[in-house]
């Protein structure tokens, strides 16, 4: 592997490809003028661009091979959770799955938040509308949610138990309104089985409009960017 001082690999299948094209610019014009004008200088360039060019190429096709599959689920009532999401799934090029319980949540807060409450005290596990088509494809996974009453949502549960995470990266993500973090990570880490876990981000959901680039931060904070 070809590293720069900053450890990036300075390969580039752009520069390569640049090079097979001067190269064969440069042949075509020694046609028609005479070798004697271009000089030793241009065909080395050619030379070296053209060796840049296969090593570039083997360098895309090996990046290709390496990529990580990304898949970025989510449960949102009011929107701020799927805000999140979709800048996540921006910045990382994942899949968006949307977790939807069947039976739908109220639509008024104080209703909503009474059931959950229920749901909450009865440990209950929702039904979810859909499964994740090939779970196994994705090597990492982040699973983003409100914090409701301290925690995540029953359905969270239910969608972490209906899958094998085991050697999976999975990544939580939460809004919150105004109680912060609470028991929603660590609550998380219990039901994440085998997977390996990595640090969550969490926001008020007020400033997820603002939130970028903090989620950019996180992001390269812990290696995903
Ligand atoms: C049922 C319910 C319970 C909630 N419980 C809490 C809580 O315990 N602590 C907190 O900070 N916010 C709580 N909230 C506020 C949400 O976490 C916050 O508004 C979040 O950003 C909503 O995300 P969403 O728009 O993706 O649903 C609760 C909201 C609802 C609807």
Redesign the pocket.
């Known amino acids: 592997m070809t590293i720069s001082k900053k450890g990036k690999d300075i390969r580039n299948p752009y520069i390569g490809a640049l090079g097979i094209m001067f190269y064969f610019c440069r042949c075509k014009e020694m046609n028609r003028r005479t070798k004697k004008v271009l000089g030793m200088k241009t065909k080395f360039l050619g030379v070296f661009l053209m060796m840049w060019a296969m090593i570039g190429l083997e360098a895309g096709a090996q990046h290709t091979a390496n990529a990580k599959k990304v898949l970025v689920a989510y449960f ?7 805000n999140l999401a979709h800048q996540i799934q921006e910045l990382t090029g994942g899949d968006l799955f949307e977790i939807e319980t069947v039976k739908a949540y109220p639509e008024k ?1 104080r209703s ?2 009474e059931y ?1 409450k229920k749901e909450k005290e009865a440990d209950a596990r929702p039904a979810l509308k859909s499964k994740v088509k090939d779970m196994d494809a994705y090597d990492v996974v982040y699973v983003g949610f ?5 925690t995540a949502p029953m359905a969270i549960w239910s969608f972490l138990e209906g899958y094998d995470l085991t050697g999976k990266t999975v990544i939580p993500f939460c ?6 973090e ?1 028991k929603c990570f660590s609550d998380f880490a219990r039901h994440a089985g085998k997977a390996d876990l990595k640090k969550g981000f969490i926001c ?2 007020g400033t997820v409009g603002d939130a970028r680039p903090k989620v950019e931060r996180w992001l390269e904070e812990i290696g995903m960017k």
């Open positions: 949102s009532w009011s929107g701020n959770t799927r807060y909503c938040t959950a409100p914090n409701w009453w301290g809004t919150h309104g105004g109680g912060g609470q008020h959901g």
